[in-house]
Every structure is written in structure tokens, then in C-alpha cells.
T-cell receptor, first 113, second 115 residues
Framework: GNSVTQMEGPVTLSEEAFLTINCTYT??????LFWYVQYPGEGLQLLLKATKADDKGSNKGFEATYRKETTSFHLEKGSVQVSDSAVYFCALRGTNTGNQFYFGTGTSLTVIP | EAGVTQFPSHSVIEKGQTVTLRCDPI?????LYWYRRVMGKEIKFLLHFVKESKQDESGMPNNRFLAERTGGTYSTLKVQPAELEDSGVYFC?????????????FGPGTRLTVT
């Protein structure tokens, strides 16, 4: 079946530090992969996506590359800001499972000045 | 364009009581989804509406949960009677037609606490 395993948090970084949040997945076929972010008091927002192997999704300085050989979609940012403090969710949409998304457990990130 | 809205933002009820959550999707979105995050675990799919029809309800945990989407606009999720393990955050999402169904837009969630 489909599942997502995400790096456990919480993660605390100093401003301008490098961020990596690991995400690996299990799926049949060729899923689409996503990172969602939830800022305090808000809903989940799509941060970036990749729909096929070797695609790189990017947005707001964040990047993630769809690696089929390692079944991974790690989120990275070169220099985090205080405003990046949020909960980050890795998710996949399977090829034969309708439109439902499969999410990881979420990783809470706190960036301190 | 208004986003997905959910009401209430927080509900505290006693075990055995009934609670109804409401979701208003983005106008024009045919697809509406309910998800749940329990105790800091992963967000899990509950069900999917296409307009007023239930397309997929494979994630509904048991028959204490009833979802409706009358007229294909807003949706309600009723829990009756509520149990302690129903506590969590209930998210609603909506998406446009089939070609862009992966673009799911989420609401802020309703935090349900059953005591």
C-alpha cells in the first residue's frame, strides 16, 4: 500500500541555517509527491510538488527532488528564516488510489533568531 | 478568492455527545475531502465527495461518522456518539475538476476534543 515516513521533530534551527527534512515513501506505480506547510493558526498550504521521477519542486527557497531509486523526497532550504517556523508535511497521491493523499506525521520546525 | 473555511475552529464535547463539523469549499470546486489528524500522527483520509456524491469513503473509521454534502456545496461531518479516540484535528480540502484534482486546498481545520 501507500505510505509516507517523515523525519520526526521537533526541529530547532538558528536563522540562516541549512534545513533538511527527510521523507521516504512506499507506493505502487508512480505517485505524485508533495510538501505541505501549516503555519500557526492556518490551514495546510501546498509548498511544492513533483509529479515524476527526477522532477525538482521548488518554492520560496525550498526544494525537493523526486528520487525514485531511493523512494525519497527530502525537503531542503539553504538558509531558513524565522518566518519558516511551521509544521511541514510530506504527502503522496497514488496512481490507483483515487484522489486521496497519504501524509506523513509532520515535522515541526522552529527557527530562532 | 475565499479559501476553504471550516466551522467551528475548536469544539470540546463530552463522550457520548454529538458534534457536527462544517466545511465550505472554494466556490466552484466539485471535489471535497475530509481528513483527520489524531494525536500528532499522520493526516489520514476519511472520504471524498464529487459534487454531492460520495466517491470514496474508504477512510471513514466506523458508522458513528456521517458525512453529507447536500446540493454539492458545503459539507458536514457528524460524529454521533463521540468517543475519546475521535479527538483530533479534522481538515477539509477541496479541489477543482479531474484534471487538477491533485491541487487540494486545505482549510484551517477543526480541533475536536472529546472528554
Amino acid at each position: 500500500g501507500n505510505s509516507v515516513t517523515q523525519m520526526e521533530g521537533p526541529v530547532t534551527l538558528s536563522e540562516e541555517a541549512f534545513l533538511t527534512i527527510n521523507c521516504t515513501y512506499t507506493a505502487t506505480g508512480y505517485p505524485s509527491l508533495f510538501w505541505y506547510v501549516q503555519y500557526p493558526g492556518e490551514g495546510l498550504q501546498l509548498l511544492l510538488k513533483a509529479t515524476k521521477a527526477d522532477d525538482k519542486g521548488s518554492n520560496k527557497g525550498f526544494e525537493a527532488t523526486y528520487r525514485k531509486e531511493t523512494t525519497s523526497f527530502h525537503l531542503e532550504k539553504g538558509s531558513v528564516q524565522v518566518s519558516d517556523s511551521a509544521v511541514y508535511f510530506c504527502a503522496l497521491r497514488g496512481t490507483n488510489t483515487g484522489n486521496q493523499f497519504y501524509f506523513g506525521t509532520g515535522t515541526s520546525l522552529t527557527v530562532i533568531p | 478568492e475565499a479559501g476553504v473555511t471550516q466551522f467551528p475552529s475548536h469544539s470540546v464535547i463530552e463522550k457520548g455527545q454529538t458534534v457536527t463539523l462544517r466545511c465550505d469549499p472554494i466556490s466552484g470546486h466539485d471535489n471535497l475531502y475530509w481528513y483527520r489528524r489524531v494525536m500528532g500522527k499522520e493526516i489520514k483520509f476519511l472520504l471524498h465527495f464529487v459534487k454531492e456524491s460520495k466517491q470514496d469513503e474508504s477512510g471513514m473509521p466506523n458508522n458513528r461518522f456521517l458525512a453529507e454534502r447536500t446540493g454539492g456545496t458545503y459539507s458536514t461531518l457528524k460524529v454521533q456518539p463521540a468517543e475519546l479516540e475521535d479527538s483530533g484535528v479534522y481538515f477539509c480540502a477541496s479541489s477543482p475538476g479531474t484534471a487538477r484534482a491533485y491541487e487540494q486546498y486545505f482549510g484551517p481545520g477543526t480541533r475536536l476534543t472529546v472528554t
